[in-house]
């Protein structure tokens, strides 16, 4: 289900936020890449969960633990708190209900790591206003007809959502088009319009 | 492996085969009685086997494979009545996915079988005839306890991995559930927690049509020197057709006539289907013994994992740390895909560790024993996988 098909720089970020040996679960885990990552580096107890067969069957092939499955209908057979972190990297603006699956991440994990596109990056805002179509970016390829990208946010609207569930937010780090931190200091409309990509720590 | 003289295939040899396998076999003394399901002691009795590779020293190297309805322990060699390659070379074998230079693989005929272990061909020991219907009621549960006192006479404490389809997937399911802590992976394909009523309703085809034929003589056609062949043959026959797809079928056959080259406005199998399906059920009389069949078939019915636990399926896995690999075929409308994923469902909401694969096939329930490589890969990376974590491997 994770749908951006450059080179994952988020996942450094995400395995800077787990703590080793953690029971961790990847909604929308695509060939299992991060999850090895997590396995080899901080030795986590890992599962998945990913929409397409194929990628299911590839992490399989891999010796993870990954089941094929939806991230809006089938969290809720997992138990309360059955994991330390419950991560969902770039498929948050994929699925079709965002609020209620954030609120399924928090019940199932303790903590949640969620990393997504930001949509108010100023290229976005530069290429609609100058444009006047819906940005099409390397990072972002596809148009606006046949994107599985359904439900785009930017940082600021996400933190909004966050305040919505009740969520706390315990680190956020903003990465630039070089996939460089953005200095812990800067205030969120900063980050907004700087940060390509975004990786929030939650918990309840 | 252990090769077999060239058999010569037919009825007095299947009955041999019943009563004195080829098989190594262990016997369970009236001091070990098998408390079966249905209340009675079944005791005493006898379980063939086959077993490939070696047994390491901390006996932490053991893979069970539980064989399907109609399957045997001949998992890797030569069949000793049908002359033909075990039926699951393709995944059992040297360098292969259960690689028999590293694990010591094992496979007994099941409780009710008709290949060595006790089953409705064996002589009962209290009347010194065939036990035909005398017979107690196996059931999945049976198969597995029998299963595990074999285990108990190897003197393994935990199987490295249970693997099978069908109803091979059901005894899986059945030791990782009831046997939970004896199972450090398990590999359930093609199968699921419980008989549909779909299925219930083709077994109770094929009993019909083995009881309906005159030459069952009550279940005493051993003692009479019958055969049911018509009976059992159309058994196979039906039960054959839920093994494949539509798909599958109109691809290799179609409409095609047999020998011919028009239809003979007769009842002939002027059809290449037609031909098939007759073929199959009759060599399939030459190898199963109908008494079996009928005992098998209700050992699957009778299967409801969630039933034994007030209907929750996933109290069935409870505080499991099993590692679980399900696979099914998108094909596959004998045990669909939503079966399995009931059972994976299962497991996630029990905390078990669980892989789930659906492999994209148009060969139907049939598939698990066929060359199928995503299911190859799938479980070469799975079994490498719990083999690293059991410390079989390194890593």
């Known amino acids: 289900m994770s749908v951006n098909t450059t080179p994952r720089v988020d996942f450094d970020v995400i395995a800077s936020l787990v703590n080793p040996g953690a029971r961790v679960l990847d909604v929308g885990c695509g060939d299992g890449e991060l999850l090895e990552l997590l396995q080899n580096t901080k030795n986590v107890d890992g599962r998945g969960v990913e929409l397409s067969q194929k990628g299911v069957n590839e992490s399989v092939a891999r010796g993870l633990s990954v089941i094929q499955g939806d991230a809006d209908s089938d969290l809720k057979y997992y138990p309360d708190a059955g994991f330390d972190y419950v991560i969902l990297s770039q498929t948050l603006q994929a699925t079709r209900n965002p609020k209620n699956v954030l609120t399924e991440l928090l019940r199932i994990g303790e903590k949640a790591i969620v990393s997504f596109p930001n949509f108010g990056h100023w290229r ?59 200095g812990f200091n800067m205030p969120w409309g900063f980050w907004n319009l700087f940060g390509q990509q975004a990786v929030f720590l939650l918990r309840r | 492996m252990t090769k077999f003289s060239k058999p010569s295939a037919g009825i007095d040899q299947k009955s041999q085969e019943a009563t004195n396998p080829h098989s190594p076999v262990v016997d369970f003394g009236v001091d070990k009685p098998l408390h079966l399901d249905s209340g009675v002691s079944l005791s005493p ?56 230079d590293r694990f010591f693989v094992l496979c007994s005929n099941v409780l009710g079988g008709c290949l060595g272990s006790t089953g409705p061909a064996s002589i009962n020991p209290e009347t010194g005839k065939p036990w035909a219907l005398d017979l107690s009621i196996i059931t999945i549960a049976d198969m597995v306890r029998a299963q595990a006192m074999l285990i108990d006479h190897f003197g393994i404490k935990q199987l490295f991995a249970v693997v099978g389809g069908s109803m091979g997937g059901m005894q899986v399911l059945e030791w990782a559930s009831s046997h939970s802590d004896r199972v450090f992976a398990a590999v359930a394909i093609a199968t699921g927690a419980r008989h549909s009523s779909q299925n219930i309703a083709f077994h109770e085809v094929g009993r019909q049509a083995v009881m309906a034929d005159p030459e069952w003589k009550e279940g005493r056609y051993l003692e009479e020197g019958t055969v049911p062949r018509k009976g059992l043959s159309v058994a196979r026959m039906a039960a054959h057709i839920t093994y494949l797809s539509e798909t599958a079928l109109h691809r290799k056959f179609g409409r095609n006539l047999q020998d011919r080259q028009n239809v003979t406005f007769g009842f002939d199998a002027d059809f290449q289907i037609e031909s098939y399906l007759r073929h199959q059920g009759m060599s399939f009389v030459d190898r199963f013994d109908p008494n079996s069949y009928l005992y098998m078939t209700r050992a699957m019915d009778y299967f409801d994992l969630a039933a034994e636990h007030q209907g929750r399926l996933a109290d069935a896995f409870a505080g499991s740390r099993t590692r679980f690999c399900i696979v099914s075929f998108t094909s596959d409308w004998l045990f669909p895909t939503s079966e399995s ?24 329930h049939d598939a698990f024993l066929l060359d199928e490589p995503e299911m190859f890969s799938a479980i070469n990376g799975f079994i490498r996988s719990a083999a690293r974590a059991r410390g079989l491997l390194q890593p």
């Open chain 2, 341 to 364: 994923r009931t059972v994976a469902h299962a497991l996630n909401a029990a905390g078990a560790s669980v892989s789930f694969v659906e492999i994209e096939t148009d060969r139907g």
């Open chain 2, 45 to 100: 009795f006898r379980i063939a086997y086959q077993s490939y590779g070696e047994l390491n020293a901390d006996k932490s190297n053991a893979i069970l494979i539980c064989h399907a309805l109609t399957g045997d322990q001949h998992v890797a060699n030569v069949h000793p009545v049908t002359g033909k390659n075990g039926w699951w070379e393709t995944l059992v074998g040297p360098g292969k996915p259960i690689d028999t």
């Open chain 1, 124 to 182: 976005m805002r530069a290429s609609l206003l100058v444009n006047g179509r819906m940005p099409v970016t390397e990072e972002l390829p596809y148009s606006w007809y046949d994107t599985p990208n359904i439900h785009f946010c930017t940082i600021s609207d996400f933190v909004d959502m966050t305040k919505e569930i009740g969520a706390q937010v315990e680190t956020a780090v903003a990465l630039n088009a070089f996939g460089q931190r953005i």
